[in-house]
C-alpha cells in the first residue's frame, strides 16, 4: 500500500522540525503553530497535523488544549531515570548473552555497524546516535522478547535528541575509531564470556553518554539566554 502525499509531506515534516529541535534551533517551549507551519513548507494543514501527532508521540513536544504545541521542556531528572532503566534492560540482555553462548552469529552481526562506522571514517553525532541506537536495540533484542523490544524503543524514541548531543559532544574529545572500538569492546567480551569486562564496558558506555548529555544540555541552555 502506497504511501498517500500528505503521508509523505507529514514525515518530511516531521524530519525537518525534529531536526531544528535536536540542533536547538527551536529551544524548549518554542510555540509551532498550524498555520505558520503549513505556510513555511507550503502545504495544507494536514501534513503539518500529521508531523505534529508523530512529535508529540516521539516526546519532542507537547500539547496544550486551545493554545497548541510546544517543544517539550528538558527534564534532567527524566534523562535520568530512562538513562538507568537503559542500564538496567541491558544488563539484563548481557547477563542472557552470558548464559546463551548459542547466540554468537547474532551477537557478533552487532559489530557489522561499527566497522562500518570506523570504515567510514567522518561521522556526524547524529548518524553516530543512529548506529548507537541500532546497537543497543540489537543487544536487548537478543532476549527475543518482543514486550522488552517494544519498551526499549519507546525509550530510544525518547532519548533520541538527547543521544545526538552526546555524540556531538563525544566527538569533540574522541576520534569515531575509538568509539567504535569501545563498542566492539563489549560485544568482544560478551563473546568471550567475560562477564566482568562486559558488564563494566556496558555501565561505562551508558553512564559516560549520561555525562556527555549532561554537557551538552548545559551549552544549549547558554545557547538559549544568550538569544
Known amino acids: 500500500m502506497t504511501k498517500s502525499r500528505a503521508d509523505k509531506s507529514g514525515e518530511l515534516i516531521f524530519d525537518k522540525i525534529r531536526q531544528r529541535i535536536i540542533n536547538w534551533e527551536y ?33 519532542y513536544i507537547f500539547r496544550i488544549p486551545n493554545r497548541g504545541y510546544f517543544v517539550k521542556p528538558v527534564q534532567k531528572r527524566e534523562i535520568t531515570e530512562l538513562y538507568e532503566l537503559r542500564s538496567i534492560l541491558e544488563l539484563a ?23 562500518r562506522a570506523r570504515e567510514a571514517g567522518r ?16 543487544l536487548v533484542g537478543l532476549m527475543d522478547n518482543s514486550m522488552l523490544d517494544f519498551y526499549f524503543g519507546s525509550i530510544n524514541e525518547r532519548l ?40 563494566g564496558r556496558l555501565k561505562a558506555n551508558i553512564a559516560e553518554g549520561l555525562r556527555n548529555v549532561d554537557i551538552s544540555l548545559g551549552r544549549a541552555l547558554m545557547r538559549t539566554y544568550e538569544l
Open 123 to 138: 561521522l556526524t553525532g547524529e548518524d553516530l546516535a543512529l548506529i548507537d541506537q541500532e546497537f543497543h536495540a540489537g
Open 27 to 59: 529551544p524548549p517551549k518554542h510555540p509551532l503553530r498550524e498555520e505558520a507551519l503549513s505556510t513555511e513548507f507550503g502545504v495544507s494543514r494536514s501534513p503539518v497535523r500529521k508531523a505534529l501527532y508523530m512529535l508529540e508521540a516521539g516526546n
Open 160 to 199: 533520541f535528541r538527547f543521544r545526538v548531543m552526546d555524540f556531538d559532544e563525544t566527538l569533540n574529545s574522541k576520534a569515531i575509531e575509538e568509539v567504535a572500538d569501545n563498542h566492539m569492546g563489549i560485544v568482544d567480551a560478551l563473546s568471550a564470556g567475560d562477564r566482568e569486562e562486559a558488564v
Open 93 to 115: 540482555a548481557a547477563e542472557f548473552v552470558l548464559e546463551n553462548p548459542g547466540l554468537g552469529e547474532r551477537l557478533a552481526a552487532l559489530r557489522e555497524p561499527w566497522e
